[in-house]
């Protein structure tokens, strides 16, 4: 996708779409955008991650020991938890259709948390989201 457009692509998915341009350029000189075809295993449970994934579009089922246990879509990211504490993959990711993603290596997902405070902010927003989500779940 040409500069601009992955730009204007950027700022219509919630985790970046509060950001300034010029941070939006910061996050594109430093994302990859990748087309992935369906059935795909973007991660796998159990090994060491070293990307970041936002979906850009498409639909991919997360399983835990083999099981479904969610559907991600359109602006959803996944991958953070293992480069924030450097653990294995807690479920694996595969694509469920055709998909585009922005992919952010290890150092670059480091440089964007140190460099971005608006893409942060809304990261920690995500995760306590999914805390929540968790939380709630448990309790039924």
């Given amino acids: 996708m040409a500069g601009r457009d992955f730009i ?17 350029n910061l996050v594109a000189k430093r994302a990859e955008d990748v087309r992935v075809p369906e059935g795909k295993v973007l991660c796998s449970e159990g090994e060491m991650g070293n990307q970041y994934f936002v979906i850009l579009s498409g639909t991919a ?12 879509g359109t602006g959803q990211g996944f991958g953070e938890l ?32 140190d460099d971005v405070p608006g893409f ?16 709630a779940k448990s309790i039924q």
Wanted: hydrophobic share 45%; proline share 4%.
């Fill in 82 to 113: 293992s480069l924030l504490d450097k653990h294995p993959r807690n479920a694996t990711v595969t694509a469920e259709t055709p998909m585009e993603v922005v992919v952010l290596g290890q150092r670059e997902f480091a440089g964007l948390v």
């Fill in 8 to 24: 204007t692509h950027l700022s219509e998915v919630p985790l970046f779409a509060t950001l300034s341009r010029r941070e939006l």
């Fill in 61 to 72: 089922k997360v399983t835990r020991r083999g099981r479904r246990v969610a559907t991600l």
């Fill in 120 to 135: 942060a902010r809304k990261l920690l927003a995500a995760l306590a989201g999914r805390v929540r989500e968790n939380d």
